[in-house]
């Protein structure tokens, strides 16, 4: 099992930049995929980046060029570097884990709002 933490939500602006983290509770070298997923009001949820133990990183069409995916193994912790924000990015973002390959994600966060807007 893995306990998944986030943080780093908040209120930003459009154009501006935000960093979240997401403090699992073993280390993720352990751990076969991490991604980033993201719920707007109204709205499914939907994932914005995924990476694997082997480092390979999806992003949807909607993030490319803007969000960043990385890992610290110091720090078992997965980062989602936002940049260029949109009002469209509104939503409560968590974080997700698979162990094993295979579909889905079993282990989530409890989610952290970011909140674009002038």
């Known amino acids: 099992q893995v306990q998944l933490v986030e943080s780093g939500g908040g209120l930003v602006q459009p154009g501006g930049s935000l960093r979240l983290s997401c403090a699992a509770s073993?280390?993720?070298?352990?751990?076969?995929?991490m991604a980033w997923y993201r719920q707007a009001p109204g709205k499914q949820r939907e994932v914005v980046a995924t990476?694997?133990?082997?480092?390979?990183?999806n992003y949807a069409d909607s993030v490319k060029g803007r969000f960043t995916i990385s890992t610290d193994g110091a720090k078992n912790t997965v980062y989602l570097q936002m940049s260029s924000l949109k009002p469209e990015d509104t939503a409560v973002y968590y974080c997700a884990a698979r162990l094993v390959t295979g579909p889905g994600y079993q282990y989530w966060g409890q989610g952290t709002q970011v909140t674009v807007s002038s």
């Open positions: 990476i694997t133990s082997g480092s390979s990183t």
């Open positions: 073993r280390s993720i070298f352990s751990i076969y995929a």
